[in-house]
């Protein structure tokens, strides 16, 4: 059993950072692969971006490359989104999730567990 819990999130304007926190327990973190992903109001959930148990492959959607990045500290079960040049586009419910698989994955239903999720806002 693995519990996530998500935090970072807010209101910030165009252009500014936030980075969300995701802190794990009840297992092994390092041998979890991570994901972040996000939903909009009347819109379908949708992958944001992946990092494996090592931490040496991540994997980004095509819109936030270059802008967000995902990192993970095994030492504190932490896995991270930093998100740069924020566009109101990337307004959502971000959620953090946790596979049984050490690699990371684009696809929700490869994930077994997630969080509450973190409303991030921005305004334009």
């Known amino acids: 059993q693995v519990q996530l819990v998500e935090s970072g999130g807010g209101l910030v304007q165009a252009g500014g950072s936030l980075r969300l926190s995701c802190a794990a327990s009840?297992?092994?973190?390092?041998?979890?692969?991570m994901g972040w992903f996000r939903q909009a109001p009347g819109k379908e959930r949708e992958f944001v971006a992946t990092?494996?148990?090592?931490?040496?492959?991540?994997y980004y959607r095509d819109s936030v490359k270059g802008r967000f990045t995902i990192s993970r500290d095994n030492a504190k079960n932490t896995v991270y989104l930093q998100m740069n040049s924020l566009k109101p586009e990337d307004t959502a419910v971000y959620y953090c999730?946790?596979?049984?698989?050490?690699?990371?994955?684009?696809?929700?239903?490869?994930?077994?567990?997630w969080g509450q999720g973190t409303q991030v806002t921005v305004s334009s």
């Open positions: 990092i494996s148990g090592s931490g040496g492959n991540t």
């Open positions: 999730a946790a596979r049984y698989s050490s690699r990371g994955s684009y696809y929700s239903t490869g994930y077994d567990y």
């Open positions: 009840g297992r092994t973190f390092s041998s979890n692969g």
